[in-house]
């Protein structure tokens, strides 16, 4: 499981063309190593010059962004700072149309929660204040 992070790898990785343990695993290397992230910049520099597709672009592009899973917890306030951070820095400093786009449709889906809950609140609210209207009724 703790085979060297090559080239190869990395590549694979960039291209979205490996398993989710590999993912998390590479991901963790970046974090960790300095030498790893100089490999991947330096990978990227050289594909640079091969790939101008929109394809290649998009893809690099991409991968900084932060899943949708993680843009969901940055709208719940819910991850570590240094996440938080890199995640507000994506979205408002390079101002990732995806990521923008993303985050604008979990806050819409948020905000019909939200109402669906309050609507829920009043829902019991009503049942339960009506339910005591036959008692005052038996009494009068
Ligand atoms: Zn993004």
Redesign the pocket.
């Given at each position: 499981m703790t085979a060297p992070i090559t080239r190869e790898l990395l590549s694979a990785y960039v291209d979205d063309a490996l398993g989710e343990t590999e993912i998390a695993r590479i991901e963790q290397a970046l974090r960790d190593s300095d030498v790893i992230r100089q490999q991947l910049t330096l990978m990227l520099r050289d594909r640079d010059r091969g790939e101008h597709s929109v394809g290649a672009i998009w893809r690099r592009?991409?991968l900084?962004?932060?899943s949708r899973q993680q843009v969901g917890s940055f709208l719940l306030g819910v991850l570590e700072d240094d996440a938080h951070d890199y995640i507000q820095f994506?979205m408002q400093t390079?101002g990732?149309a995806?990521?923008l786009a993303n985050l604008a449709d979990l806050q819409a889906q948020h905000q019909a929660g939200a109402d669906d809950q309050a609507k829920q609140r009043r829902k019991r609210l009503f049942q339960s204040s009506a339910g005591l209207l036959p008692a005052d009724k038996k009494k009068k």
């Open positions: 592009n991409r900084s962004c932060p994506h390079i990732c995806y990521c």
